[in-house]
């Protein structure tokens, strides 16, 4: 059942009419049947009074997203993803700019919070590889160093440039993700 069905079928169940319902929400009637006839989408400030005024929780009333916000929801997923690439400037600390973007936003759709936090999560894992990797050339080297007559020491590009190019990859493939995905 679309939005605009339900809002409909959520009136008739009340008994009142769309001049009613218009008036309990502050809109026009003309609003209020461009959106049960599915011409336009409610904006979420009268979706909310919407479901105020027929007595239904917002999730009843629109368990999916509405177009608008699945638009905004991906944008802002974008952006957080997109966030991630500070780690070209602050490699070890740019987790925090898309921190800031989900804690600034403060969203409720339990799917969208839990993509952004995967996301985060997973720059932190990078993180830890990444130090991970340079103790092991560290090491590596110290024990050349130690045991062998003619070390060949390898070079801190190498990790370097390795874990920023996978770091690339993991970004660009959330990216891709939160453009496809649907939220409920």
């Not at 979420?44 to 005024?53: G, I, Q, S, W």
């Amino acid at each position: 059942m679309t939005l605009s069905q339900k809002i409909a079928v959520a009136r008739s169940k009340k008994g009142i009419t769309q001049d009613e319902l218009a008036g309990l929400v502050k809109v026009s009637v003309r609003t209020i049947q461009r959106i049960e006839s599915g011409e336009s989408a409610p904006r979420k400030y009268t979706l909310k009074a919407l479901a105020e005024a027929l007595g239904l929780s917002l999730e009843e009333l629109s368990p999916g997203a509405v177009d608008g916000d699945t638009a905004e929801t991906k944008h802002f997923l974008m952006l957080l993803c997109v966030s991630c690439f500070s780690y070209l400037l602050l490699p070890y600390i740019h987790f925090l700019i898309p921190s800031w973007l989900l804690n600034k936003r403060k969203e409720q759709n339990a799917e969208v919070r839990q993509f952004a936090r995967r996301v985060i999560r997973t720059q932190i894992y990078w993180i830890i590889a990444t130090m991970l990797f340079f103790l092991v050339v560290l090491l590596v080297n110290f024990l050349q160093k130690v045991y062998l007559a003619n070390p060949h020491f390898i070079s801190y590009f190498i990790p370097f440039f390795t874990m920023y190019f996978v770091n690339a990859i993991i970004i660009f493939s959330f990216l891709r993700k939160s453009q496809t995905l649907s939220f409920n």
